[in-house]
Nanobody, 124 residues
Framework: QLQLVESGGGLVQPGGSLRLSCAASGFTLDNYKIGWFRQAPGKEREGVSCISASGGSENYARSVKGRFTISRDNAKNTVYLQMNSLIPEDTAVYFC?????????????????WGQGTQVTVSS
């Protein structure tokens, strides 16, 4: 059974950091592009950062560029999202998603497999 499990969320003060992890089970991530998405209350789910299967291509939302870094460790079958300089507007449920299509994108509609999400709250 294909499964993605996110972890690492929590409550952090503005300016703080968190590292989210997305662990896959039931399949290997080597041939999948991976995306991190987030959804705040009352808002649509949006792409935060995505990485191609090879790791050679990355994409960041304008609002997180320079603060967030996506990476993948295929040996651990895990993808990470390092989030620094967090601001209250980053508060959301963060989801990771995977898709085997070779077309690299960061659109929610282009990802077939989704995790359950992890809550990130940035507040003083």
């Amino acid at each position: 059974q294909l499964q993605l499990v996110e972890s690492g969320g929590g409550l952090v003060q503005p300016g703080g950091s968190l590292r989210l992890s997305c662990a896959a089970s039931g399949f290997t991530l080597d041939n999948y592009k991976i995306g991190w998405f987030r959804q705040a209350p009352g808002k649509e789910r949006e792409g935060v950062s995505c990485i191609s299967a090879s790791g050679g291509s990355e994409n960041y939302a304008r609002s997180v560029k320079g603060r967030f870094t996506i990476s993948r460790d295929n040996a651990k079958n895990t993808v990470y999202l390092q989030m620094n300089s967090l601001i209250p507007e980053d508060t959301a449920v963060y989801f990771c998603a995977a898709d085997s299509s070779i077309v690299f994108s960061c659109r929610t509609s282009d990802y077939a497999f989704w995790g359950q999400g992890t809550q990130v709250t940035v507040s003083s």
